[in-house]
């Protein structure tokens, strides 16, 4: 029987005014969790009803605003909080109250609902979609349901359907998925959670003893979420971090891209989709830094990259290979009813010349059906590349590409159009799109790094003729010789771009295209390479323009502008600019870099692609990213988007294939539609009516950030009150969370564990410091409400930094900083955070954070309780090995750290978009 705490709690979650499907999931879960936590004890049960009842109790009303009700209580005026409190009080005793290993085994519990909640949110918004999409009419002129649809035919309404064709020719969504440590959950509980997905879109369907056996394999995969811990054994390396990409490219890209491009063809072509030559270009262009970005991660060497694109490369040909088989089989169209052109039978005599081998077993179906059998041939061919054999291997996806179209012109040519531009032309997008690479690899690495290289090969020779070069300049030209080998076996695409960390000056640039030709020891093995400056601090963003004119005087440059039509890539860090000058100057400052570079592109007649280095924090440049694209300034999207992706936000936005559908298409209306007249011309002036407004907030939260910042041993009280150090300590990454193994002083933090350490702090100040005072001096909410209304990029930055503080909890924030023995600090961060809290929900017009987002508010409402427990945990165990360093064995040391690094996991799950 449920106890009385536990029927309170479910009666609580029942009221919630959220959408009955998930609320009904979100019950399904802690019902069929709290079995499995009855059978494993019905003491850690109890617990956990006591603990989720009294949370909830807790988040009555609004939790966030409880300073107000803080100086009432002072002042001995009774208030409604009282009861609030009292329940969080409750939750603290009971953590308290707990041992360590009870304590780890309830953490355990409150992480796996969060991952059932992550279901319940992610089933939700699926159902909403097809809900959505099922009530379109097939002969409506859009579907409403698809964004790219929408887009498009605005952007003809507006340039006609000329242009719109042009820039839809142009469109270009590349995502870059790396390998930065923010995604704190392991594998083996990745595949638990996915089986529990399916088990659950199974559900609607079944009934009877189906619904009895389907509701066993939850309970049993859920006992075993709860019994595994959430901490990997030990950090992946390199090459098994690749498998991050392959696993999202098998369960989602490879088969979702071309539906995407097919459902964009179904609304423009009507009836003639899939009978005539498609008009959706192959758009998607997925890259990678995984086993490719060596700034600052040692463990990335010149041999981990070619194993990394061998294993990339073996992988998707693989899979062209097994889809090539799988649709040749299905032309069983009869050669004297379905006559073969010219054309495919050449193709097949060149496939009989080239192996008899290969050739035989299709022989004997040549005759009758032969669109068949040159199908077969061409899969043999991608097995045969796999393997390397040079006599039958495709030297190129082009040559692939070329037998495709070859077969594609035959069966239109016969009549069998819909075999052309169906099937064949499903495996022609997916060609396109990956080629024999799945994705593009970019290498990285800082410029001070090829600056010391160079000195060091001056000093002692390129072969060290004077002395012995130092590992790193031996690593640095091995790296150069890495992309050609990579380039020669599978393709320019794989690897060609090069970017430069910290670019402060045309010199820079210089250096990486002298190494590049020092590395090799004739001119023609010298790989292509564009070679792109990465622009992050605030002196840098200011000074950009200056070294791209110093860039555009290099000769290696000019070359390659030649060969690339004039196109060039730049890219913009949003993580150090925010890190260093705080989240509004950084938001500013970026804006105003990517106005200055697109001016100077549009002078230099330069094809210009923008690199946004952004994060799933808002700390990072984070947010949903189809308004970020909108928001940009004129000229500088130029239907072409490419960002960073990486952690937790990777599996959010490609993990489901629904979703992942809604997330391509969504962000390439936005790409598109940024080059629409009226985008360009809302998004120019309101950034000139704005502009005096922009530069007072900046001015005033640059000076309170760098308050904050510069104040004496602000970096070591941070590391203490933060789970600074415990981050640095989890398996989540092959890179780094420090440049050095200390922490004192910011220069020394990378941006990640920066922004990861104040989220799990429930502070997120990350995202907001210093805007509440920026507005506060300003002073004029009616300004402030209009550029919200008017200003996209304002209205981006501020429902950015609701939704941070809609995760954010004072209570638990202070217990955080109570932590650090320095009131002034902690002063100034709690003052800042109630500031901009009051600020944002009067610009926004809010009650309460989030309260306008329908779903988003009220699912962040329903977690925020759950997490409280977690942070609980997580700020009694810091407290223990903060306060009693010296007292505690290093047992009790290592067990109190184990049950950190537990909440860690829980609270990313929960609060989810932390890195």
Wanted: glycine residues 6%; aromatic residues 6%.
């Amino acid at each position: 029987m449920d106890t009385d705490e536990a029927r309170a709690a479910m009666e609580t979650l029942g009221d919630i005014n959220i959408p009955g499907q998930l609320r009904d999931h979100l019950a399904l879960f802690l019902r069929l969790e709290r079995r499995v936590l009855r059978e494993y004890d019905a003491d850690i049960c109890d617990i956990f009803d006591k603990l989720v009842s009294a949370a909830i109790r807790a988040n009555e009303g609004d939790p966030g605003a409880e300073a107000a009700d803080e100086q009432a209580d002072a002042q001995g005026i009774p208030t409604t909080r009282s009861a609030t409190a009292d329940a969080f009080r409750e939750a603290i005793g009971l953590i308290d109250s707990l041992s360590l290993d009870r304590a780890q085994v309830v953490v355990r519990a409150f992480t796996t609902f969060f991952h059932l909640a992550n279901l319940s949110e992610e089933s939700y918004r699926v159902a909403t979609l097809r809900r959505r999409e099922s009530h379109v009419a097939v002969d409506s002129p859009v579907d409403p349901a698809n964004e790219l649809t929408v887009a498009y035919r605005r952007l003809i309404d507006e340039v006609g359907e000329d242009r719109a064709r042009e820039l839809l020719e142009r469109l270009e969504f590349h995502p870059v998925f790396t390998a930065h440590p923010t995604e704190a959950r392991r594998r083996a509980v990745e595949g638990k959670i996915r089986r529990i997905a399916r088990l659950l879109e199974e559900r609607g369907r079944l009934g009877g003893s189906d619904l009895v056996e389907n509701e066993r394999h939850m309970l049993q995969e859920i006992d075993a979420l709860v019994r595994t811990s959430p901490i990997a054994l030990k950090k992946p390396t390199p090459v098994e971090e690749a498998d991050t990409i392959i696993d999202i490219f098998d369960n989602t890209l490879f088969d979702t891209i071309p539906v995407i491009y097919r459902r964009f063809d179904d609304w423009v072509l009507g009836e003639a989709a899939g009978t005539v030559p498609p008009v959706c270009p192959a758009f998607f262009h997925p890259g990678s830094w995984i086993g490719s970005d060596r700034d600052g991660n040692p463990n990335v060497t010149a041999k981990v990259s070619r194993q990394v694109a061998a294993k990339f490369s073996a992988h998707v040909i693989a899979k062209l290979a097994d889809k090539c088989r799988r649709i040749g089989r299905n032309l069983t169209l009869e050669a004297q009813y379905s006559k073969p052109s010219d054309e495919l039978l050449n193709l097949w005599n060149h496939q009989v010349e080239m192996s008899e081998t290969l050739t035989d077993r299709a022989a004997l179906i040549s005759t009758s059906e032969p669109h068949r059998a040159v199908m077969l041939v061409m899969a043999a061919r991608l097995d045969a590349t796999v393997a390397r054999n040079v006599d039958t291997m495709y030297r190129s996806c082009d040559d692939f590409l070329a037998d495709l179209r070859v077969v594609q012109r035959s069966l239109a040519a016969c009549g069998a159009v819909r075999a052309a531009y169906g099937p064949v032309q499903t495996l022609i997008w997916q060609a396109e799109t990956f080629g024999f690479h799945m994705v593009e690899m970019e290498f990285r690495q800082h410029s001070v790094v090829h600056a010391r290289a160079l000195a060091d090969i001056r000093e002692h020779g390129l072969h060290g003729e004077n002395g012995q070069l130092a590992p790193m300049t031996r690593e640095v030209l091995d790296t150069f010789r890495a992309i050609g080998s990579i380039q020669k076996r599978y393709g320019q695409k794989m690897a060609r771009r090069y970017i430069i960390s910290f670019t402060k000056s045309a010199q820079h640039v210089a250096d990486v295209y002298e190494l590049a030709r020092l590395a090799f020891a004739h001119a023609e093995d010298v790989p292509a390479l564009d070679v792109i400056p990465l622009f992050e601090q605030l002196e840098d963003l200011e000074g950009c323009v200056g070294v791209l004119d110093e860039m555009l005087e290099l000769p290696a440059v000019q070359a390659r502008l030649a060969q690339t039509g004039r196109r060039m890539e730049v890219m913009l860090g949003y993580s150090d600019s925010s890190k260093d000058a705080g989240p509004t100057t950084a938001t500013l400052a970026l804006h105003a870099a990517q106005e200055r570079i697109a001016a100077w592109a549009a002078r230099n007649d330069i094809d210009l692609v923008l690199m946004h280095g952004r994060g799933g924090a808002v700390g990072r440049g984070g947010g949903p990213a189809n308004r970020a694209v909108l928001a940009q300034p004129a000229g500088s999207v130029n239907c072409f988007f490419k960002v960073t992706e990486q952690g937790e936000v990777i599996f959010a936005r490609y993990g489901n294939r629904v979703l992942a559908q809604r997330h391509v298409e969504s962000v390439a209306a936005a790409t598109l539609l940024n080059s629409a007249p009226s985008v360009e011309r809302a998004n120019t002036e309101a950034t000139a009516r704005y502009a005096e407004m922009a530069s007072a907030l900046n001015d005033v939260s640059h000076e309170r950030y760098l308050d904050l910042l510069n104040t004496d041993d602000f970096t070591p009280w941070f590391s203490w009150v933060t789970p600074l150090t415990e981050v640095g300590l989890l398996p989540i990454g092959s890179r780094p969370a420090k440049r050095g193994l200390g922490a004192k002083s910011l220069d020394d933090l990378r941006t990640i564990p920066w922004v990861f350490s104040w989220s799990q702090a429930r502070i997120n100040l990350a995202a907001w410091y210093g805007l509440g005072t920026a507005c506060e001096r300003l002073g004029d909410l009616e300004l402030l409400q209009s550029a919200y209304r008017e200003w996209p990029l304002f209205a981006t930055f501020i429902d950015n930094i609701e939704m941070s503080i809609a995760k954010t909890d004072g209570r638990i924030a202070k217990m955080y900083l109570a932590l650090g023995d320095r009131d002034d600090l902690a002063r100034k961060v709690f003052e800042e955070m109630q500031l901009t809290r009051k600020w944002t929900l009067a610009i926004t017009g809010s009650a309460w954070p989030l309260e306008r987002r329908r779903v988003l508010g009220r699912a962040v409402r329903v977690r925020n309780p759950f997490v409280d427990a977690l942070s609980l945990a997580q700020v009694r165990a810091l407290r223990e090995v903060r306060m009693n360093q010296e007292e505690l064995a290093d047992e009790a040391k290592a067990e109190y750290m184990s049950l950190i690094l537990a909440t860690v996991t829980g609270v990313s799950a929960g609060l989810q978009n932390t890195g």
